[in-house]
């Protein structure tokens, strides 16, 4: 269990330490620039934090417990990869073809500054596979569900300071307003904040549909709903020459729907799930936890 406890932080860290991986690098992008290199991490956090936020949509009428972890992961796609930085009329050429936080380390552009000093843009971190893995907690009574995440706040270094992730969420069922209804049906709404030292600070919501039917060893189980994801960046951009500026800006994550398809294995007290998700960012999820 200890190890466990180790590989859950050793996941759930690893996405706010990308962030504080490229945070050098985002000092060197005036702010016409900065929001194409980071767009596609706040992409990808906002898509595996509103993951694996259920698997399956029976709900106890008296007492039902569940405690796990869900791990999720994305896989980086080549449109995410690189992008056209506008970069200004300080710099010539003005505009040029870059990596992103996910680009080759050596993917940076060439160009110049004020025509006086020559500048090469940062490279990406080169991830092809973004994971993320949160302790999960459920209790169900009433043919409704409360959810809980929580990460207590982590230190990553000292420049970036401390992690943590509050998440909240509320289930009910819907098929037992229907007699001999022979799937089970359910609505969610989630809430989630994530913040990463002064740097980030973001915010999940998520409402969703979703049915399960169960079978003697298995729950087939499924589900479409709305999401978004919104993460305020505080940083200093440091020009070649002249002094450093404190930039804020607001970024969006760019999955508004998804719909999701996976199956539970049960044994005895033992839950193991998996699933898959298609959107705008697709999201491989899974779980492993404790139920009665």
């Known amino acids: 269990m200890r190890k466990l406890v180790i590989l859950v932080g050793i996941l759930f860290v690893f996405s706010s330490i990308a962030f504080s991986q490229v945070d050098q690098n985002l000092m060197k992008f005036p702010e016409s620039a900065v929001k194409g290199y980071i767009q596609p991490l706040v992409d990808v956090m906002g898509a595996n934090l509103n993951s694996g936020l259920y698997h399956t949509a029976s709900m106890s009428k008296f007492f039902g417990f569940y405690i796990g972890v869900k791990g999720m992961a994305v896989f980086v796609p080549s449109s995410m990869k690189s992008f056209t930085a506008e970069l200004g009329s300080d710099y010539n050429p003005s505009r040029v073809v870059t990596a992103t936080v996910f680009g080759d380390k050596d993917g940076g552009a060439r160009t110049k500054y004020k025509n006086l000093q020559d500048v090469n843009l940062p490279g990406g971190i080169g991830l092809k596979l973004v994971p993320l893995a949160v302790p999960q907690v459920a209790i169900s009574t009433m043919n409704s569900e409360l959810l809980v995440r929580f990460v207590p706040s982590i230190k990553i270094n000292d420049d970036v300071g401390s992690v943590n992730l509050l998440g909240v969420g509320l ?122």
Do not use: C, W
Request: proline letters at 3%; a positive charge; hydrophobic letters at 40%.
């Open 171 to 292: 289930g009910h069922s819907i098929s037992q307003y229907i007699p001999m209804f022979p799937i089970n049906v359910a609505i969610q709404g989630t809430y989630q904040q994530l913040k990463v030292g002064n740097y980030l600070k973001a915010t999940a919501l998520s409402a969703n549909v979703h049915i399960s039917k169960s079978f003697i060893f298995f729950t087939l189980y499924g589900g479409a709903g709305y999401e978004t994801f919104s993460a305020d960046i505080n940083y200093s951009y440091k020009p070649p020459i002249g002094t450093a500026q404190e930039i804020s800006l607001s970024l969006k994550g760019k999955n508004n729907f998804r719909a999701t398809a996976g199956v539970k294995l049960g044994f005895a007290i033992f839950d193991l799930n998996v699933d898959y998700s298609v959107g705008s960012v697709n999201v491989l999820s899974a779980g492993f936890g404790l139920s009665f």
